[in-house]
Nanobody
Framework: QVQLVESGGGLVQAGGSRRLSCTASGSIFSINAIMGWYRQAPGKQRDMVAT???????NYADSVKGRFTISRDNAKNTVYLQMNDLKPEDTAVYYCYCQRADWGVHYWGEGTLVTVSS
């Protein structure tokens, strides 16, 4: 049973920082896994925030470049999202994502809510 379990969400003031973590169970977390974070604000679609390949190549949404950093620890089966200089518009449910193109599958976590107060 594959699971992605997020943690680290909560309430933070604008300008503050927060680190999200996502730990994967099972055997999905390997160099072949593209890990990522997506977010969905109320009434909006789910959008990509950041992704990272097994060899550490990263990609960011324009709205978070320079403020957010994605990283992974393959030994701990964990991906992180360090969020700095948070803004009220960053308020959303953040979802962890794992893609195994070699298996033709992808997985989602249940999400963790980040609320940024102004």
């Amino acid at each position: 049973q594959v699971q992605l379990v997020e943690s680290g969400g909560g309430l933070v003031q604008a300008g503050g920082s927060r680190r999200l973590s996502c730990t994967a169970s099972g055997s999905i977390f390997s160099i072949n896994a593209i890990m990522g974070w997506y977010r969905q604000a109320p009434g909006k679609q789910r959008d990509m925030v950041a992704t990272i390949t097994g060899i550490g190549s990263t990609n960011y949404a324009d709205s978070v470049k320079g403020r957010f950093t994605i990283s992974r620890d393959n030994a701990k089966n964990t991906v992180y999202l360090q969020m700095n200089d948070l803004k009220p518009e960053d308020t959303a449910v953040y979802y962890c994502y794992c893609q195994r193109a070699d298996w033709g599958v992808h997985y989602w976590g249940e999400g963790t809510l980040v609320t940024v107060s102004s």
